[in-house]
C-alpha cells in the first residue's frame, strides 16, 4: 500500500496509508479517506492501474486550490512518483509508492513453484508474493523462503517490517497510532 508522510512540523512526519478509494487533502492540513465525489471539491491521490495492470497514483484537483509537486504548478492532474513533495494550500506531504509485501495464504487455485527453493507451495500454505515482480515464495513460521535471501530476484527487499524504505533528510516519522 501506498502512502503519504504529512509534514506536521518542521522536523516530524505523520505517515498515512492511501486506501483503495484514496484520500483527499484539505488545505488547512487534514488528511482523510477519501469520499465519492470528493474529487473537484478538495485536492485528491486516486489509485488507478494502467492497461497493464500496474497500480500507480495521481493527485487530482480544482484550479481553485493550488497544488504543487516537487515546487512545479499542477494544473488538475498530475500522476505521482516516487518520493515526490506535495503542497496543497497549507498540507504538505511526501508520497511514498513503496509496497510493503504481506504474508497471505496461497487461493485454492493449484500448487506453484516457490522462486526461492523451487519446491512446491501447496493452495492454503503460507506464501509473500513480491509485491514489485509477482514472485511467489514460501512463508511460514518454519520456512521464509522469502526472508531467507535478504532481497527477491527483482531486487525488491524483503522486509516485512511496514517501515518506510527512506524519510525525507532532516525529518523523523512519529510513532504509529495505535488506533490507526
Known amino acids: 500500500m501506498a502512502y503519504v508522510m504529512q509534514v506536521r512540523d518542521k522536523a516530524t512526519l505523520k505517515r498515512i496509508d492511501i486506501p483503495p478509494r484514496g484520500i483527499s487533502i484539505s488545505g488547512s492540513g487534514e488528511v482523510r479517506p477519501a469520499r465519492r465525489n470528493t474529487a473537484g471539491r478538495r485536492p485528491v491521490i ?6 497493464n495492470g500496474s497500480l500507480h497514483y495521481a493527485l487530482v484537483h ?17 500522476c505521482l512518483s516516487h518520493r515526490d513533495f506535495i503542497v496543497c494550500g497549507e498540507t504538505a506531504l511526501f508520497f511514498d509508492s513503496t509496497i510493503i509485501p504481506q ?11 516457490c522462486a526461492y527453493c523451487r ?6 500454505s503460507g506464501v509473500v508474493c513480491c509485491p514489485n515482480c509477482g514472485l511467489v515464495y514460501h512463508h511460514d513460521h518454519d520456512n521464509s523462503c522469502w526472508l531467507a535471501n535478504n532481497r527477491c530476484a527483482c531486487g525488491q ?24
Open 157 to 180: 527487499i524483503t522486509d516485512l517490517d511496514q517501515r518506510p524504505d527512506w524519510i525525507p533528510s532532516g525529518f523523523t516519522l512519529e510513532a504509529a497510532d495505535d488506533d490507526a
Open 62 to 78: 480544482s484550479p481553485r486550490t493550488p497544488c504543487y509537486v516537487n515546487g512545479d504548478d499542477v494544473l488538475t492532474l498530475h
Open 103 to 113: 504474508p497471505e495464504s496461497l487461493p485454492d487455485a493449484h500448487e506453484v513453484p
Open 46 to 51: 486516486l489509485p488507478y492501474r494502467d492497461v
Open 119 to 124: 519446491g512446491s507451495i501447496q493452495p492454503g
